[in-house]
Nanobody
Framework: QVQLVESGGGVVQPGRSLRLSCAAS????????MGWYRQAPGRQRELVAT???????NYAEAVKGRFTISRDNTKNTVYLRMNSLKPEDTAVYYC??????????????WGQGTQVTVSS
């Protein structure tokens, strides 16, 4: 069974920084893509950033230049460094991974989410 465990959320003032972490565990054979999505109250879940196994990255326009996604493949962990945070970044942030386990086709998995609140 695969688990994605997020950490690092919290309450921060505008302009400050946070780093989120997400560690994948279980009978993982290969991880293809890891990323972060977010969902603000009353809005649909949206992509924040993804990073492929070949280090290809993709960012939402709203976070380009402020957020950086990185991976530690030895730890099956993905990070999201968030700088210059704005109130509109307030949301529940979800970790996502497209990965393969023994005997199972590549599947999408989600973490439980971590709250990020940007407020003065």
């Amino acid at each position: 069974q695969v688990q994605l465990v997020e950490s690092g959320g919290g309450v921060v003032q505008p302009g400050r920084s946070l780093r989120l972490s997400c560690a994948a565990s279980g009978s993982i054979v290969s991880i293809y893509v890891m990323g972060w999505y977010r969902q603000a109250p009353g809005r649909q879940r949206e992509l924040v950033a993804t990073r492929g196994s070949g280090d290809t990255t993709n960012y939402a326009e709203a976070v380009k230049g402020r957020f950086t996604i990185s991976r530690d493949n030895t730890k099956n962990t993905v990070y999201l460094r968030m700088n210059s945070l704005k109130p509109e970044d307030t949301a529940v942030y979800y970790c996502n991974a497209l990965l393969k386990t023994e005997g199972v086709a590549p599947t999408n998995y989600w973490g439980q989410g971590t709250q990020v609140t940007v407020s003065s």
